[in-house]
Each structure stands twice: as structure tokens, then as C-alpha cells.
């Protein structure tokens, strides 16, 4: 039996259950009070919980789930805007995955938050995704990575990463 979230696309008050036998993708959902035990077990033995995503750790200081269609009305709404071409990403700046050879928030995948800059270059990020403890990790994409290909469902070959910021721009 798996009991795998997709991640991005599960609220803190239900999990994805898959049913005994099941195959493909499609689940059905379940109360989080009526979850698996082996899901509860599962996550608390790890250290990892589901009481927030990569979007609930980027933008609300790991308090809440907040779902991949959600993260473009934040950006848009709270007033976050693309860095400039010439303007370097500083700590606290948000980091955007969207699916797509071309970006757009309306295709967002994940979201991290930068922890570390060096000559202007991401050397590392705040991540976390689904059930999963949160991370330290180079920005990506890659293995070991923030973006790690093996672990993501989306299509990993056209995924871009573009950062934001609140800062007031000179």
C-alpha cells in the first residue's frame, strides 16, 4: 500500500490515500482526523509532518498548507515583483518553479526561500515539500537540489526557477 501526497496538491486537513491495490495516479482523499495510521506513524517516526508545504514554509513561516494555484495570487497580491535582469537575488527573496518552457505563475510548482547569496549567485535555499522535513539545499535543478528531478512529478526538463522580492527597487 503507498501512501504517497502529491506534492503541492494537499492541504493540511486531508491526505491523499491511495486504496490497497490501487494503480496510476488518482486517489481519493481522506479527512486528515481519518488519515492511515501508518501515514500518522509514518510522518511522525521521520520528523516530517503535513502541517505545511514548500508555499506555507516560503511565504507564511511554516504555519499553514497553501496550494500551488494559491502561490501566484500571493505573489501578485502582497507585493512581490520579479527581479530586474541586472538585480541580483538577496536572502529572504522568494525563488517561483513553473512548469513550462516559458515562466508563468499561473504553472507554479514549488517555492523556496533564499538563504544564502554568494557574488550575486543562489548557493542555497529554504525548501520543503509535502510530508518532508524542511531543507538547506543549492537552489537547482538536480539531484540534491531543491529541485530534485527523482522526486518531483511534473515535467523537470521545462521547469524554470524565478526569483521575487519585496524590496523597494533603486
Not at 18 to 28: I, N, S
Not at 60 to 89: F, H, M, S, T
Request: proline letters at 5%.
Amino acid at each position: 500500500m503507498s501512501f504517497e501526497p502529491r506534492h503541492g496538491e494537499t492541504p493540511a486537513s486531508r491526505h491523499v490515500v491511495r486504496k490497497p491495490g490501487h494503480k496510476g495516479r488518482q486517489a481519493y482523499r481522506e479527512p486528515a482526523h481519518r488519515a492511515s495510521r501508518t501515514l500518522r506513524q509514518t510522518a511522525a517516526l521521520s520528523g516530517s509532518d503535513n502541517s505545511t508545504d514548500c508555499h506555507g514554509t516560503t511565504f507564511a513561516q511554516g504555519e499553514v498548507w497553501i496550494e500551488n494555484n494559491q502561490a501566484k495570487k500571493i505573489i501578485n497580491n502582497d507585493g512581490y515583483r520579479p527581479l530586474a535582469d541586472n538585480e541580483a537575488p538577496q536572502v529572504g527573496d522568494v525563488g517561483i518553479y513553473a512548469q513550462g518552457k516559458k515562466f508563468d505563475l499561473g504553472n507554479t510548482q514549488h517555492s523556496v526561500l533564499v538563504n544564502s547569496v554568494l557574488n550575486g549567485q543562489v548557493q542555497s535555499v529554504i525548501s520543503k515539500g509535502g510530508i518532508t522535513n524542511r531543507s538547506i539545499l543549492p537552489p537547482g535543478p538536480g539531484a540534491g537540489t531543491a529541485w530534485n528531478s527523482a522526486y518531483n512529478l511534473s515535467d523537470k526538463a521545462n521547469t524554470q526557477l524565478k526569483y521575487f522580492t519585496k524590496r523597494v527597487q533603486q
